[in-house]
């Protein structure tokens, strides 16, 4: 971050109006070296960041009631006096603090648990504002941790701003660092909706949105405020998405994948050679892909399909039909072992019919990667498999003009690859996700693609069953793996950590807790304790690639009946032997992520179970719990996961490309981003590069939003 080149002595120098909005906010007197290092934790770095960091709630103080008016189980606000010296008891690290609060009309008890430094701030005589869940049995009240706030006579009760903290920095701190910043600040944003939507939606104008979303004098001026940031939020994320579309397009070109009676007959002759037919709809995804593929215009489509609904298959045989017609392709898989049996599985297939499959790992030795590089660039290699990391590497190709991005249920990881190809040209591209989300959503995420939808489940599946289980219930889960074990099949136990120290799932990604069961620590147990006479294996991300392989090989061969791992199992592995699945505290994972765990069994002919090992029965982990064990349809289930979580942990922190959103919540605020859809239809529709004068400021408007990096992340 540049320093203000001002010397702070000089307050008359301060920056220029407009780059105000742009300095540090060290150029605030509030905020000194060290408050700027807790700001930049919470990404805030220039004052309008600083403008931008939204309230995650308020505190309502304008509602105080008399406390013979308290309503049971609401919470409500009340100004009191402390009728008695508060007084504390503490236990270990358990502290109980408690006294009587009285107004004119009543009495009311209160404690707070584990804030012994409140006994010194409630003087006997005192007059505050308290604010909690109020629990009333007819004229005796209780309530327990209120929020409490100084009564300022002759104030008018204010709406209070709560910001998401970090360690080191407090709400009221956060509340004047923001305020000592807006008077300057807020009259100097720019505004970026153009006139006419401001009208038609009758929005807000900007200044008064970043006034009342930070104070708002009323709950209707804070509904104002927040519409209108979210209306612009969502206009400039969508509309810059769509703004690069439109510029590439018609400068791109693919090449075109046009099957002949020949290469169809040679498709056929692979197609039939699977052991299975494929469904209704992986035939009608497969039609609408060669239909895409021979345009020159790139192909953007994505399939959504549940887990275990042979998606695979659909990529397969859209390469084979670009090898067929010499031209290559690349499929990029979210972990080595996925990629590793996606290049086994497509290298089986197009052997036949003389296709080169090559995969591309980390692991892989530098001369295997250097004849890869050679066999892509000569074009004797067809089809390139590897991860998303290895293939970020810059690789030439002689015509490549297919990528295929298998993503399972995470969303937007999303490097750019820099494929480069003789003919300069671009691939077509496909993406394959097993989480299916609404098609306004898939649009902020993906742009303006087609959607491809597989619904269909292959024939003879016969659907898992899946239970709960406490750990008091253990021995009886060992004796369902033992019956299992018995009639020959295999059986996953999935814990949430490696092992004690290390958590390495970026789901979870704070602290273990304790009585987390580790896979390093049940495998132990396992193979000396309780099935000291089958073969157990270990698998988590930890491993170096080679053993992550052989561990894999041995199970899937037979050889270990039990796998022990970790959520790095979840993308892709398939053994249809093995038929149950323990997920040790299932509360730790999250609905989707269990769901996509859960499809690593039954995928053959037997039937198959799924436990979820877990205490927690309550709330919104006994809430997902329920939910799978009531259904195995991988749409409900997503739309069940967006409900219980919202967009922002259900996308995933670790998007790259689009901006995180600040304010928006893509599951609550879904009408705003269709109106948003439309009047981005309308202008894209009458000026798809933005040239008109009313709209020839927004180009620069998208570019701030993302960060200066404005690049479409689908391509
Ligand atoms: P996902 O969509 O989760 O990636 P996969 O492509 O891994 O699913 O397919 C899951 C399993 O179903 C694989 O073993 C695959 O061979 C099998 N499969 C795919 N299509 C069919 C079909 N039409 N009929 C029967 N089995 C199929
Ligand atoms: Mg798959």
């Known amino acids: 971050m540049p320093k203000p080149k001002t010397p702070k002595s000089e307050p008359a120098s301060v920056p220029k109006d407009a780059e105000f909005l742009d300095a540090p906010v060290s150029l605030l007197p509030s905020v000194a070296a060290k408050r700027q290092k807790l700001l930049e934790k919470l990404s805030v770095y220039t004052i309008s960041d600083l403008l931008s960091y939204f309230p995650r709630d308020y505190v309502d103080w304008t509602d105080v009631t008399p406390i013979a008016d308290l309503r049971d189980k609401e919470v409500m606000s009340f100004q009191a006096v402390v009728r008695r010296k508060p007084s504390l008891l503490r236990k270990g690290h358990m502290s109980m603090?408690?006294?009587?609060?009285?107004?004119?009309?009543?009495?009311?008890?209160?404690?707070?648990?584990?804030?012994?430094?409140?006994?010194?701030r409630l003087e006997k005589g005192e007059t505050f504002c308290f604010r909690g869940k109020i629990r009333r049995d007819g004229s005796v009240f209780d309530v327990t941790n209120p929020a409490i706030q100084a009564a300022k006579e002759g104030v008018t009760p204010e709406i209070l701003p709560l910001y998401p903290l970090t360690k080191g920095l407090s709400q009221g701190v956060l509340r004047q660092v923001i305020a000592s910043a807006t008077e300057k600040g807020v009259p100097l944003i720019p505004e970026v909706l153009p006139p006419a939507i401001l009208a038609a939606e009758s929005l807000c104008?900007?200044?008064?949105?970043?006034?009342?979303?930070?104070?708002?004098?009323?709950?209707?001026?804070?509904?104002?405020?927040?519409?209108?940031?979210?209306?612009?939020?969502?206009?400039?994320?969508?509309?810059?998405?769509?703004?690069?579309?439109?510029?590439?397009?018609?400068?791109?070109?693919?090449?075109?994948?046009?099957?002949?009676?020949?290469?169809?007959?040679?498709?056929?002759?692979?197609?039939?050679?699977?052991?299975f037919e494929l469904t209704q709809d992986q035939n009608k995804v497969i039609t609408a892909i060669l239909q895409d593929m021979k345009k020159e215009s790139p192909m953007n489509r994505l399939i959504q399909g549940d887990v275990g609904s042979g998606k695979t298959v659909v990529a397969a045989v859209s390469i084979l039909a670009c090898a067929l017609c010499g031209k290559q392709s690349v499929l990029l898989a979210p972990t080595s072992i996925l990629a590793a049996q996606h290049a086994a599985t497509l290298g089986r297939l197009f052997a036949p019919a003389g296709i080169a499959v090559a995969l591309l790992l980390g692991s892989t030795s530098a001369a295997e990667k250097k004849r890869i590089r050679t066999g892509l660039a000569n074009g004797q290699i067809a089809v390139l498999v590897g991860t998303h990391a290895v293939l970020s590497e810059k690789i030439c190709f002689d015509a490549l003009a297919l990528t295929v991005t298998d993503e399972q249920h995470r969303f937007g990881v999303r490097q750019r690859a820099t494929f480069l190809d003789r003919e300069m040209r671009s691939p077509h591209t496909l993406v394959m996700s097993a989480t299916p989300i609404p098609r306004t959503l898939a649009l902020i995420l993906y742009g303006d693609l087609d959607i491809s939808v597989i619904r269909s489940i292959p024939a003879g599946r016969i659907p898992i069953e899946t239970y709960t289980a406490s750990y008091a219930e253990e021995e009886r889960v060992f004796a369902l793996v033992r019956k299992q074990l018995d009639e020959g099949r295999q059986v996953y136990f999935v814990c949430p950590t490696i092992d004690e120290e290390t958590h390495l799932d970026e789901d979870f990604s704070d602290e273990s807790e304790p009585g987390m069961i580790s896979a390093?620590?049940?495998?132990?147990?396992?193979?000396?304790?309780?099935f000291p006479a089958e073969g157990v294996g270990l698998l988590h991300g930890g491993l170096r690639s080679s053993d992550k392989d052989l561990v894999m090989r041995r199970f899937i061969e037979g050889e270990s009946k039990i796998l022990v791992c970790t959520t790095v199992v979840e993308v892709g592995v398939d053994n249809p032997n093995a038929t149950l699945m323990v997920i040790e505290n299932a509360e730790r994972f999250g609905l989707s992520q269990l769901h996509q765990l859960r499809g690593r069994v039954g995928r053959g002919q037997?039937?198959?179970?799924?436990?979820?090992?877990?205490?927690?029965?309550?709330?919104?982990?006994?809430?997902?719990?329920?939910?799978?064990?009531?259904?195995?349809?991988?749409?409900?289930?997503?739309?069940?996961?967006?409900?219980?979580?919202?967009p922002g942990d259900f996308f995933g922190t670790r998007q790259h490309g689009i901006p995180a959103?600040?304010?928006?919540?893509?599951?609550?605020?879904?009408?705003?981003?269709?109106?948003?859809?439309?009047?981005?239809?309308?202008?894209?529709?009458?000026?798809?590069?933005?040239?008109?004068?009313?709209?020839?400021?927004?180009?620069?408007?998208?570019?701030?939003?993302?960060?200066?990096?404005?690049?479409?992340?689908s391509l």
């Open 205 to 275: 104008d900007v200044g008064y949105a970043y006034e009342m979303i930070h104070r708002p004098t009323s709950w209707e001026a804070e509904r104002k405020a927040r519409e209108r940031l979210v209306y612009e939020e969502l206009f400039l994320v969508q509309g810059g998405l769509r703004y690069m579309k439109n510029k590439k397009r018609g400068v791109e070109k693919s090449y075109r994948i046009l099957i002949g009676e020949t290469e169809k007959k040679r498709m056929a002759s692979v197609v039939h050679a699977l052991p």
């Open 520 to 530: 390093t620590a049940l495998f132990e147990r396992l193979r000396t304790e309780v």
């Open 606 to 646: 037997h039937r198959s179970v799924c436990v979820l090992m877990s205490d927690k029965r309550s709330g919104v982990s006994g809430e997902r719990l329920k939910t799978l064990c009531k259904t195995t349809d991988g749409f409900q289930i997503a739309r069940k996961d967006l409900e219980l979580r919202g």
């Open 661 to 713: 959103l600040r304010i928006a919540n893509l599951y609550r605020d879904t009408d705003v981003l269709s109106r948003v859809t439309l009047a981005l239809d309308d202008i894209y529709a009458e000026d798809p590069l933005l040239e008109l004068p009313s709209h020839r400021n927004l180009p620069e408007a998208f570019l701030r939003r993302f960060g200066n990096r404005l690049e479409h992340p």
């Open 97 to 120: 603090l408690s006294t009587v609060l009285s107004d004119p009309t009543g009495t009311i008890r209160v404690t707070w648990f584990n804030q012994p430094y409140l006994e010194k």
